[in-house]
């Protein structure tokens, strides 16, 4: 079978492209440009030798623009789309939404002209779609949506903080009137596919690439790396900001396993793992690396007393795609290994 994998290059597509090949499926990655596609096939050579054979790419630039997807669809078996701005400092609001809604608008209806052959349609959201503001602690499960951001979005318009913005986005995304849900939804029996959503923590682990520097890190590791390596904040700040992680890996795997899994198609999914605050990666790491000169220290233990408002039901996942999801030490340990062998520890 043969895979449509957006935004190929990106953390999380690179992982899913990877586990993918591993299975023996067919890959075609979807990138912006030419340029982006020949180094993929090249680093895909290095890291996975002889199975990298089963992989192309297909450049789409923009994914806002119209018909980005239609000759990228043709022929696949299935699609996951992971392509989607994880930026939160955008110019303004549109740079955001515009490829998040218009990305995943375009590549479905692509997918109702030219992919007949496609038999189940992954897209990536987040629990930034699911979550909202609350002041108890509370479980969320894939019963609940983060409209609350989309109110919010409308109100504020351009003085929106990017947070908000992306937020928006991934709601927007996975259910505005012409996307990922409503799209399923109207089409119901033009269609040949199915739809899964995936809504993942914050995703934490290996880099599947091999970028110069870590501050050539993408969003969710780039924060990571900041917080463990970067200049030593006040200890409060370590203990701020509570949120649920999830192993890169495992995000790769739910993907994986929502193409195979005939009980996955309708189901939205969350991939998740332990909540945590830095403070909780800072005393793993310390007490993982035998001279943790360059890890910040905080106020070692300090995580354990925090109460965590936001948490999350990760039953359904585990249940409809048998996964059991890596815990913070193992992907601590895991991520510090790949950094110690790029030769980024101090
Ligand atoms: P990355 O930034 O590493 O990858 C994003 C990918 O999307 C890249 O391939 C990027 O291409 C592509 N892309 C973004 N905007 C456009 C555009 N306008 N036109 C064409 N391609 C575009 O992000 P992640 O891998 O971390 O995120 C992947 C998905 O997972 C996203 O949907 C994100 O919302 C979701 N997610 C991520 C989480 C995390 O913590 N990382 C948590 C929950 C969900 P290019 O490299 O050319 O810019």
Redesign the pocket.
């Known amino acids: 079978a043969k895979i449509l994998v957006?935004?190929?290059?990106?953390?999380?597509?690179?992982?899913v492209v990877r586990l993918l090949l591993q299975r023996g499926f067919a890959v075609r990655g979807?990138?912006?440009?030419a340029e982006?596609g020949a180094a993929l096939v090249k680093l895909l050579q290095y890291k996975e030798g002889e199975r990298a054979r089963a992989f192309e790419y297909v450049a789409?630039?923009?994914?806002?623009k119209d018909s980005?997807f239609d000759e990228a669809v043709k022929g696949v078996d299935a699609v996951i789309?992971?392509?989607?701005?994880?930026?939160m400092s955008p110019e303004k609001p549109s740079?955001v939404i515009?490829?998040?809604v218009k990305?995943t608008q375009g590549i479905l209806e692509s997918i109702l002209q030219y992919g007949q052959t496609v038999k189940r349609v992954v897209?990536?959201?987040?629990?930034?779609a699911v979550w909202s503001d609350v002041t108890a602690p509370r479980t969320f499960d894939e019963n609940d949506w983060n409209d609350a951001s989309v109110d919010e979005l409308k109100a504020q318009g351009d003085n929106a903080s990017g947070l908000l913005v992306?937020c928006a986005?991934?709601v927007l995304?996975e259910r505005d009137r012409l996307a990922a849900w409503d799209f399923f939804k109207t089409h119901k029996g033009d269609l040949p596919a199915d739809l899964t959503t995936?809504?993942?923590?914050?995703?934490?682990g290996p880099v599947a690439d091999d970028p110069a520097s870590p501050s050539l890190l993408?969003?969710?590791?780039k924060?990571w790396w900041d917080g463990v390596f970067g200049e030593e904040q006040t200890a409060d700040s370590y203990v701020a900001n509570g949120m649920s992680?999830?192993d890169?890996r495992d995000?790769a795997e739910a993907h994986v396993r929502a193409i195979e899994t005939e009980e996955a198609g309708g189901e939205r999914l969350l991939?998740t793992s332990d909540a945590y605050v830095m403070q909780d990666w800072l005393d793993a790491a310390r007490e993982l690396v035998s001279t943790p000169s360059g890890i910040a220290k905080g106020n070692p233990g300090a995580g354990k007393a925090v109460a965590h408002l936001r948490l999350y039901n990760n039953e359904k996942a585990m249940r409809i795609l048998k996964l059991q999801f890596k815990r913070l030490p193992e992907t601590c340990k895991d991520t510090l290994e790949d950094f110690e062998q790029r030769g980024w520890l101090k």
């Open positions: 957006t935004g190929a290059n990106g953390y999380v597509g690179l992982w979807a990138v912006r440009t982006k789409v630039g923009d994914i806002d980005a789309h992971t392509a989607s701005p994880v930026v740079d515009d490829p998040a990305g897209v990536t959201s987040s629990v930034v992306y986005s991934k995304a995936i809504c993942p923590s914050m995703v934490i993408t969003f969710s590791m924060t992680f999830v890169v995000v991939a």
